[in-house]
């Protein structure tokens, strides 16, 4: 693999490499902090390991280019070759520290300025409006809804757009974890019900806006400019989406921002509007599930089980208080 990023970045760049280091963190790309003898001197080197439109290369392209148009602080893209898996992308490495790594550094009151900015931050990607619900794929494309269709025979029922295209989507991964056999009918019937009680607090009548869709602070960079931080970059794109804005709040939530009162006034108050705990906390529900397919896909039983464990767990709590 270092051969090929010499070749790449002699070919993309004209600049030779001094230097490659393995990125390990997360769960998705193979990725490599580069350094050169040349302008930019460092950036990352991204390589694709789906072929599939809604998560590709192409994709992340485009909703790049998205925010940048819209003043949110994303990398520069030097170069991209979308072709599969073999496609690559060099990136701007990113200026500032990562959140999740200074977080536990911080003063509360510095843990709220942050939080704050947090919130205008994901008010600021919640404006940018799109065509439909789903999946966002290569060129801005949407991967919605084209359910199969008889005839008309009568009057057209109904339905919730958001709440089909997030079930739909939500039964994709449960569909494949149950597969595997790993999930008792037990725990799987008392989830369903319990979903199945709560969907009007899912439920969501405004329009398609764009989703990070992996919003963590491992993914938020941040600066200290006197005695506060500014947000100065935002990254990893492959997981956006056009849905409803509390499912961006899911990963903040898993993160511990809702538990804490302080940081989820902060929160609200960057964001300009009360975030709907309930609808976010079902959200990261329903999106562990699909979290545990994905590691077990991956060979991490352990991580997997642990997960369905900790879902059952909250879930057997939601019906000894009633649901």
């Known amino acids: 693999m270092e051969e090929r990023i010499h070749e790449i970045i002699k070919q993309e760049l004209n600049a030779k490499v001094l230097e490659v280091k393995r990125i390990n963190e997360g769960y998705s790309h193979y990725m490599y902090d580069v350094k050169m003898d040349t302008t930019p001197y460092e950036m990352i080197i991204r390589f694709s390991n789906n072929k599939r439109k809604d998560v590709n290369l192409g994709k992340e392209e485009f909703v790049i280019n998205l925010l940048k148009e819209n003043d949110i602080p994303v990398p520069k893209i030097y170069a991209i070759k979308k072709e599969g898996c073999e496609g690559y992308i060099l990136l701007e490495k990113v200026k500032g520290e990562r959140l999740d790594i200074i977080w536990g550094s911080l003063s509360d009151e510095n843990k709220k300025q942050v939080t704050e900015k947090i919130g205008e931050l994901l008010a600021r990607i919640h404006k940018i409006e799109l065509k439909e619900f789903g999946m966002i794929e290569e060129g ?22 958001f709440l089909r295209q997030r079930l739909m989507d939500f039964f994709e991964d449960v569909s494949r974890l149950l597969s595997y056999k790993t999930i008792s009918p037990e725990f799987f019937s008392k989830f369903i019900l319990y979903l199945t009680k709560n969907l009007e607090k899912i439920e969501y009548k405004g329009k398609p806006v764009l989703n990070h869709g992996d919003f963590i602070p491992g993914h938020i960079f941040v600066e200290k400019k006197g005695n506060e931080y500014e947000i100065v970059g935002l ?26 009162p302080e940081l989820k006034k902060a929160l609200e108050e960057g964001y300009g509007r009360e975030v709907d705990g309930n609808a976010v906390e079902i959200h990261r529900l329903m999106r562990d599930l699909g979290f545990a397919w994905a ?7 352990e991580l997997s089980d642990k997960t369905l464990k900790d879902i059952e767990g909250k879930i057997n709590k939601k019906f000894n208080e009633g649901i």
Do not use: Q, T
Request: without cysteine; negative net charge; glycine residues 8%.
């Open 295 to 301: 590691v077990l896909e991956a060979g991490n039983k």
């Open 140 to 161: 801005g494309e949407i991967r919605s809804d084209e359910a199969f269709k008889f005839r008309k025979v009568g009057e057209e029922l109904l339905f919730s757009p």
């Open 235 to 260: 990254i990893d794109f492959e997981f956006a989406l056009a849905y409803a804005p509390e499912y961006d709040f899911l990963k903040l939530h898993r993160a511990g921002f809702f538990e804490n």
